[in-house]
């Protein structure tokens, strides 16, 4: 069997596209909390308007309208009543019969896989999702260049971005990429950054680092990890090496940025010079 095909779907497992059919600790998930469950309750003091209220929370004041459907933009809130206040700006909407997370995504002007870790990352399309009311991202710019997760160039064996899926006939979204190598080869930080996270997810072991500039890398199916949550590492340093028990194996990579919706995926070739000739 080919290595693609070989390791197609456990990328997919590491990437949040197939459900495992167990929960990680909170502490451990690298999936955020589902925004719906995130939304608070505010009881309205007297004097308090919309645009207060909005304001206190970082919230556009249509944001509390579309969460609060009986509220009035006009007349005063009612002093005592509760209102739902939800994480970031957005609206709740209903899913319809036979409505995916690429129709929900192309209907509102967003995208499938922000849509799909903003809910929790959920095996089942629930009845009702969080649309986040804009993608304002904190993003580096496409100069920013990254140094090559592995200690050897290889070959890339999954791409960044929407790919058919090896066993139903659909395409799933991969935010991330797979880089082929060998067990114990070296993975190396790709810039200076802080560890923001060394533990399991989705089964294989994973190190999350955070640069300047809004930016993030994460790199999994690690067989150990050389540093702790909070250690300082600079480019090039070994973080850990790649597990697998047999001649080849991959390291799976992300890269991503901060927002105000979480940390979105950006397309890894963005940042590595030496995916240029393979894509």
Known sequence: MHVFQRFYKHVLMLAGMIPLGYTLAAQASLCPEPALDQVIEHRIEAGETLSTVAAQYGLLPATLLAMNPTLSSQAPLPAGRVIEVPPFNGMVVQVGSGQTWQSLAERHGTRADLLFEVNGCPSVLPSQVFIPGSNRTVVATASTSLAYPLSIATRLILSYGWQ??????????????????????????????????????????????NHRNGLQTRYGNLAQAEFAVGDSVSQGVDLGTVAGSSTESFLYFEVRTNSTEGWVARDPGLYLAELELQR
């Open 164 to 209: 058919p899926h090896p066993q139903r006939d659909e395409l799933v979204f991969n935010s991330g990429i797979a880089l082929a190598a060998a067990p114990g080869t070296a993975v190396v930080a790709a810039a200076d950054g802080t560890v923001a996270f060394v533990g399991e997810s989705n089964g294989t072991l994973m190190v999350v680092v």
